[in-house]
Structures are given as C-alpha cells and as structure tokens.
C-alpha cells in the first residue's frame, strides 16, 4: 500500500482527481459482478507507466463490456528492485491474497523463482518485460510471456553483421540472467554467417565507472571493431558515456545495440544521444494501427507529454487479454486447495509448506492460450506460451534523436521500405539494402570492422625453411650479421598484398627452424603451430588443404592447382638412312612406282610429314594403374602432403623416395628405379612446371591429375584479415602484377614447351635423307648416261642414212653433167645434215625428183 501511497501523493492533481473518479465508478461496477483477485509484481522503473496502462486497458475494457460477469481486482507489491523482494511479494500474494494470477515481474532476473512457485500453486505468471529466452528453459506451463523474447531479434543483428562483411564482433553485456540469456542465440546465428564472437564482456551492474574503463581499455586493445550492446538503459548510458570519453565513439567503430536499449530510449535522456551519437540499434516494430493511435491520443488526454513505450503497450494487452481469459472462466471454482504438510516436532517449516493450489489455474491458463484478438501491440495471439515477433526496426541513433533506416522481416531479410512488403510488391535486391546510415566519428564511410589495436605488437608470420624449389620460398641468414633475408614468389605475392592493404599491417617473418638452422617439421606442423597462436600466420608455398582449413583460415589461393605424375619419354623416332621408307608399305611402293611420278611422290609427302610430327615422343607409362603395376619407385618432394596421398592411392611406402629440389629429383630419374631411382614423380603443378622448364624433352605429365587447391596464406581460424587479402590476392591475379612476378621466377618457363603426351613436330637432319639422296644421285647419273648413249645411237644412224643416200643418186642420175648433178647433190646433202633428218621424215625416194627437177 505504501507503493499506491507514493503514487497518489506524488503525482499530479489532476491525476489525483482521475484516479478517485476511476475508484468510486470502479468499485460500483465491482459490487455488481464477481470480484476476482489478480497480483502485480513490479519494480519501481517500470510501475508507474506500466501499472497506469493496466489500468487503462482494464477501465477501458469493462466501459465497453458492461455485461460481463467478472472484474478483476488488482493487489499490487513492489519487488523493491530484488530476486528476494519479488519472491516474497508473490508468496504473499499467493498464500495471503489468493490471486487467481500475478502479472509480473518486471526483470528476468526475478523471474525463475516466480514461475517455480506458480508451478507448483498452478497459479498462471504473466510477464510483459521478463525477455531472457533463458526462462523458456524451465518449461512450466504456467508462465505466459506477453512480450517477445530476446532470441527473436538475434537474426536481424547478424543480417546487419553480414550486410556490412564484418567477420568479427565483441559482446558487451550485463552480467545477469538478462545479459547472458541471448548469447547462446547470437553464437548461433553468428555461426551460420561464419562470423567469430572474438570475446565475451561482461559488465555488472554493480561496477564503477572506473571498472567500466578499464574493461574498456581492454576491448580497445583488439582487433575487432564491432560490438554487440545488451543490456538495459541506466547502465547502458553509463557505458556509453565512458566510451565517448576515452575515444571508442570515434571514426572506426561499430556499435549496435539491442532492443533492451533501442525499446527504451526515451528513458536515457538527451545527454545519452550525444553519447550515443552513430550507434545502430534493433528496436521492437510495432505496426501504427489505429487500435495503437487512438490509445496514444487517449493517453496524452489523460496523463500529458509522457510517451508510452513498448512495455507499456505489452502491459495494456496483457491486461486485456486476462481480462478476457477471467471472464471465460467465470463459473469455474477459484478458490484454493489448501494443503497442509505434517511437521515434526524437530523440523521447522517454511513458508511454502502450506502453499495452497489454485483450482482455477488449469482452466485460466487454458484459456490465456486460446485468446486471439487485435491489440494495440499488434495480435495478441500466443505461441507456446509467448509471443512471436517477425518484424524489427532498423535505427541510427544521432544527437537529435533516433532515425529509422531499414526494417528486418523474417521471411525478406533487410530492407529499406517496408510498405512494398506490405502491399505485395517484389522487393529488388538493391532494396534490400539500409538506408544513410552515420557512423561514430560523423562519418558516411562503412567501418572495415578491424583495426590494429593500439599499442598492437608485429605479426609473426611464419615461413617454411626449403632446401629445394628456392624460386618460391628462400630463407638466407647472413653468416656476420645474422640478418635474416626472406625471397622468392610466394614472398613477393605475400608482400604486395600487405603494400595493396587499406590499412597498415605490421608484421615480420620467422623462419620455421629450429636452433640450428634446419625445418621444425612439415607443413602440417606448421599450420598446426599458427592454430595454437605460436605464430600469427604462415607465408609459402602452402597448400589450401580441406583437413588444414579446420585448424586455419585461407586466404584465396594464387598459384595453379593439382596433383600431376611426371614419368620419362623415350623416344620412337626413327632416324636411320632409310626412314623414307617407313611411312609406306612395300605394297605401297610397289604401286607407287607403277603410277605417274607426280602423283607418287605427293602421296609420300604427305605420309612423311604425318609421321614426323605425330606423337613419338612416348612416356614410359601411359596411366597410374601402369605404375602399380609395374612396381617402379615413385618420388615425392620431402615434407609434402603428396606422401599421405601416395598412400592412400594405394602405393607402398617401401617404394616412395624422397627429393628437395628438381636436381635431386633429376638425378633419382637417372638411377633409375631398379638402382633406388624412380620412375615417377608425384608432385603439385607449380613444382612439376618449375622441373619441367629445364627437361621438357625428357620427361612427360600423365593421366590422371588430382584435385588440388593452390598455395594460400594462412591465418588463425576467424581472422578478419583472410578477406581483405583475399580481395588483394583478386586484384592482383587478374591484373599485370602476377604475370611480372612469375616472370621473374620461372623465366626458363617461356622457352621450354609444356612436356606431356601430346603430339610435338621434330627436325629432321641430312642424315634422315642420306639414302634418299643417294638413290637419287645414282638414277640421274644412270638416266645422264642412258642419255647420252641415245644421243650417240641417234648420230650413228644419221651417218648411215646420209651414205645410203648418195649412192642412191650416183646410180640413177645418169642425165646431167657430172658436174652439175654433183653440185646439187651436194647442196642437198648438206640441207640433209642441217635439218637432221633421217630416213624416216624424208624418203630417199623423194631424193631423186628433186634431183630430176634441178637437172631440168
């Protein structure tokens, strides 16, 4: 009673005057139905508003049903603010009042011993403002949430998280059953976007402002930029206020907090915006309805410019709905079972000895799970025991006030409008989007989310110490000065990258060595050395493995990925005096020769220049099953996973030999198998590549080739830094950057054409075409000579054919002096000899008519 004492005597009087009127019209009404008693358990923070809109929702409710049967009776304790005070003012309450039900209490904290004992005295326990989803796991039937719980917004949070590419976030919460209550709710929603709750802060309410600072100061000392506020206002404005003062709402951060501020910050002032200046918060959406209008207009006509709040709004329903629940129950029996527990003489009792159990519990709880109806808070319509909330409201605390800037729905996710979603519109995937937001420090510019803490010590990143394959990782120490020198490819990708950064990355190689100078283990080892923190990450020619990836994160990789064999060639290409002869059959040329020439001979060119280019360089084996079979040793690079996977393919570990460097895995080529050499070698393909640039004519790749990542950098699991190198390695990748480096790496690899069993033309030298050209030689020498004996032959007959012919004039010419027929004999012999003709194209027959024809 001192509680209404205080409320009466120190509020207004016109407040005064309502509240009497609101008495004597009430208890009228009370004289003309069923008086039923209901306990409110409240603290002193929430009271005042939250008890007035109860008893508005009740006034309000039997003015517009005036026939029901029942009214309720308010009995009202104030918890004092304690576990201890809330517990005994519903055991009082229960045992000495015999409320049908309590609406309270007013933290979560007070809560568990509440449910307990409206458990066990079935007497329902109706909150509005207890929200730690930590309370449904006491699974009583008999408390009802009348408010949403703290899970429901955990997803808005992380879409916020994830809209933004953060990877990483610090949880600052009240160190309470309220704080810790939604932290197994945001790791697992922080879980499905993979992002890392790097620390856990937990602030009690009982520090001082120097606590606070301190607790601060550590949290600047981190990396990660984001944090997760959950707690509520009074020590939320202290925490702020604190930050601001020793820089943390600066130009860099990133601070969100829950509804447990968000819903109430008309109760932190006008101070805590300026504190709170940039902040993004998730606040409880309640749709402007007009059930939810009018009670606002109502409200300031009765009690002025104190605005209702979310509680406040719950309260009103709450009220309402138990309302209706009571009235439903009306003929049910509500008095109390009385029982009473034997005590001995030696034992002393308690309190709860004699708890009575309500008999119209179980119907009433019946009841409060059935109703349904349109409040000012939206439906009231309970799902196992307590509200659902689909909606929250995205804001942007600034000095002036809170700005909304986006909605999140359960089934859309963010957005900026939510009328479209509203009116049945497809909302775009740009719409998904928030709208301006301003950040601490009164920047536009999104937070990257990380940062180097002040004060932050060098990374350690180590690098594998190699013997061989120096062009990617070399690590020199200088005999006099002991300076330690750390080149190769992979070094000079690493170092571009940190150069290309946004932000600066101190850091510092360390060679994976021990003391005197040699490797302290593979690769596996060391990535298992970043995981237990030794080192902060690994720098090399590391490959992205799926069982290192669970000890590390990787960055993208940079190099070509895959497992190849490599196997010698021999060469089938035959080069003796007589190849001409090979591409075609003695058939062939048999019918060659019988054809025309030309014709011949372009059928041979052609069938040479097949054979001289198709595949003859051969490799020794053509497949990996060749292998097992044929039992030859098989290499690895020493340190590498490769050893692992020869075994698993099913090799014998008998036969695997080991190299460091592409001369040493030459010379094992050279011994041979059957002399401890190898007759293969199983490597990555930057290696293979690096080997094959200086013997591509003797050594060829062959089927299969197995699936590998590249190299990659490592860091420790939830590293934020893996994305933003990730995002330089792209850039650097796809530009002109790696070309340069790889050239000035591997510049043996431009001359030397990839050696594997595809087709590659050969040079032919004179000594291919030796016996060609002998047989030509010959055949023109024999045709030259076949030549000339023609020529002599023909000349011969000539001569014989000119004597027969002047015989024949001597004889029949015997006209004519001698004389003159002697002289035409003679100028005809003579065109004879000149003309060349023989017998044939000039019958001597024709000789005498000529001779006849002269005479004349």
């Known amino acids: 009673m001192s509680f209404i004492y205080d409320l009466m005597y120190r509020s207004h009087p016109l407040r005064l005057l309502i509240l009497l009127i609101f008495l004597v019209l009430f208890g009228k009404s009370q004289k003309e139905a069923l008086q039923v008693k209901v306990g409110i358990v409240l603290d002193t923070t929430l009271a005042d508003l939250s008890l007035r809109a109860i008893n508005m929702s009740l006034s309000e409710f039997y003015n517009t049903h005036n026939g029901f049967k029942t009214r309720i009776v308010l009995n009202i304790r104030d918890s004092k603010q304690t576990v201890v005070g809330a517990a005994a003012s519903a055991l009082y309450l229960i045992k000495k009042r015999e409320v049908v039900a309590i609406i309270g209490p007013g933290s979560s904290m007070q809560a568990p011993f509440l449910i307990n004992l409206g458990n066990q005295s079935q007497v329902p326990i109706i909150s509005f403002s207890a929200t730690s989803p930590l309370l449904d796991s ?44 939604i932290l197994p709710y945001l790791v697992d929603a922080f879980q499905e976007i993979n992002v890392r709750i790097r620390y856990r802060s937990a602030i009690s309410l009982y520090f001082s402002d120097d606590q606070i600072r301190i607790e601060l100061y550590k949290l600047m000392n981190m990396p990660s930029r984001v944090f997760v506020v959950h707690m509520l206002p009074d020590l939320g404005a202290r925490l702020f206020a604190i930050a601001k003062e020793i820089g943390m709402m600066s130009k860099g951060y990133v601070w969100i907090v ?4 968000a819903n109430l910050m008309s109760l932190m002032g006008e101070s805590s915006f300026e504190d709170m200046h940039g902040v993004l918060g998730v606040k409880t959406y309640l749709s402007r309805s007009k059930e939810l209008a009018y009670l606002e207009a109502r409200w300031r006509k009765r009690f002025g410019g104190e605005e209702l709040n979310n509680f406040g709004y719950w309260a009103y329903d709450a009220a309402t709905a138990l309302a209706m629940s009571v009235e439903e129950i009306s003929n049910v029996n509500m008095s109390f079972n009385m029982t009473t527990k034997n005590v001995s003489r030696n034992d002393i009792g308690t309190d709860l000895d004699d708890l009575g159990v309500s008999l119209s519990g179980p119907k009433l709880i019946q009841a409060l799970s059935k109703v349904s109806f349109k409040g000012v808070a939206g439906r009231f319509q309970l799902k196992q025991g307590k509200l659902e909330a689909t909606i929250f409201k995205i804001i942007n605390i600034e000095e002036s006030g809170e700005r909304t800037i986006g909605f999140w729905k359960s089934e859309e996710g963010l957005m900026k409008n939510l009328k479209e979603v509203q009116k049945g519109i497809n909302i775009s995937q740009s719409s998904r989007r928030l709208g301006p937001i301003i950040w601490p420090g009164d920047t536009i510019l999104v937070p990257k989310g990380w940062d180097f803490p002040i004060n932050a010590k060098k990374l350690r990143i180590a690098v594998p110490k190699k013997d061989g394959f120096n062009q990617f990782v070399k690590v020199t120490k ?42 302290d283990g593979n690769y596996d080892e060391m990535i298992y ?37 490599v196997v010698p060639v021999k060469d089938e290409r035959e080069k003796g005096k007589w190849v001409f002869l090979k591409p075609l059959t003695k058939e062939l040329w048999l019918l060659t020769a019988a054809a025309f020439l030309y014709i011949g001979m372009m059928s041979y060119t052609a069938t040479l220049t097949s054979m001289l280019t198709v595949q003859e360089l051969r490799p020794t084996v053509r497949h ?42 030459r010379e094992l080529f050279l011994n041979k198998s059957s002399n401890g050499g190898i007759g293969a070698a199983f490597d990555e393909v930057p290696y293979v590549k690096l080997f094959m640039a200086k013997y591509c004519k003797e050594y060829s790749i062959i089927e299969p080739s197995f699936k590998a990542d590249g190299f990659g950098f490592a860091f420790p699991l ?24 790889e050239n000035k790496w591997f510049v043996g690899e431009k001359h030397c054409l990839d050696s594997t069993t595809s087709d590659s033309p050969i040079q032919l030298d004179h000594h291919s075409f030796q016996a060609l050209f002998l047989i030509v030689f010959v055949f023109s020498v024999l045709l030259l000579l076949l030549m000339l004996a023609c020529k002599k032959h023909r000349e011969r007959q000539g001569d014989k054919i000119e004597s027969g012919a002047q015989d024949g004039v001597n004889e029949e010419d015997n006209v004519g002096d001698g004389d003159e027929a002697e002289h035409i004999v003679d100028v005809d012999t003579a065109l004879l000899r000149r003309k060349k003709l023989t017998s044939r194209t000039m019958p001597l027959r024709r000789v005498a008519p000529l001779l006849r024809l002269k005479s004349a």
């Open 718 to 741: 939830g590293s934020p830094l893996v994305s933003d190198i990730s995002r330089q390695i792209l850039n650097i990748t796809e530009g002109e950057g790696m070309k340069a480096m």
């Open 138 to 181: 006491l699974r009583s039937p008999y408390f009802i949430r009348a408010t949403h719980d703290d899970s429901a917004q955990v997803h808005a949070i992380s879409a916020i998280i994830e809209s933004f590419r953060w990877r990483e976030v610090v949880s600052i919460y009240v160190d309470n059953e309220f704080g810790e209550g």
């Open 478 to 519: 200088d005999a006099h000065t002991n300076v330690l020198t750390v080149t190769g490819f992979c070094i000079d990708v690493f170092d571009t990258v940190i150069r290309q950064m946004p932000y600066a990355v101190p850091f510092e190689y360390i060679p994976f060595e021990t003391p005197d100078g040699l490797s």
């Open 529 to 565: 050395k970043v995981f237990l923190g030794e080192y902060d990450g690994a720098v090399g020619d590391t490959t992205i493995l799926a069982n290192r990836s669970a000890y590390v994160d990787f960055a993208l990789p940079y190099s070509e990925t895959g497992i190849v064999f």
């Open 258 to 261: 829950t509804n447990g501020i």
């Open 624 to 665: 990996m099953d060749d292998l097992r079979k044929s039992g030859v040793n098989i290499g690895y690079q020493s340190g590498s996973f490769t050893f692992e996977r020869l075994k698993q393919m099913g090799f014998d570990e008998s036969r695997l030999k080991t190299y460091d460097s592409p001369q040493e895995m």
